[in-house]
């Protein structure tokens, strides 16, 4: 696994979390991003660091909250004024987020994965 994600945990409602997202220099020139996926639920792109275009990108959900930033090693995502909706698996991708500027991966959908932290607002 190339892609470790860390920091998740359970918060009160308006508390903050910071997930990190480890990874190997050989990421640094592919787009890379967070998905959420809660139960019943399809995964969503949260925020992402679209390397190409210099921008970052937020769901509509999370802007204002949520900061998104990356170095030379980690990917991390600041997360304030959680709320009870944005409980789910968060996890760090790397790739294609489905935009055609993007490098691809290998894999099947273009992007690498991580195995997810599990973030819980109750």
């Known amino acids: 696994v190339q892609l470790v994600e860390s920091g998740g945990g359970s918060v009160q409602a308006g508390g903050s979390l910071r997930l990190s997202c480890a990874y190997s220099?050989?990421?640094?020139?592919?787009?890379m991003g967070w998905f959420r996926q809660a139960p019943g639920k399809e995964r969503e792109e949260v925020a992402s660091?679209?390397?190409?275009?210099?921008m970052s990108y937020y769901a509509d959900s999370v802007k204002g909250r949520f900061t998104v930033s990356r170095d030379s090693g980690a990917l991390y995502l600041q997360m304030t004024s959680l709320k009870p909706e944005d409980s789910g698996m968060y996890y760090c991708?790397?790739?294609?987020?489905?935009?055609?500027?993007?490098?691809?991966?290998?894999?099947?959908?273009?992007?690498?994965w991580g195995k997810g932290t599990q973030v819980t607002v109750s």
């Open positions: 991708a790397a790739g294609r987020l489905g935009r055609n500027h993007c490098p691809r991966r290998p894999g099947a959908d273009g992007n690498d």
């Open positions: 220099g050989y990421y640094s020139r592919y787009c």
């Open positions: 660091v679209i390397t190409r275009a210099d």
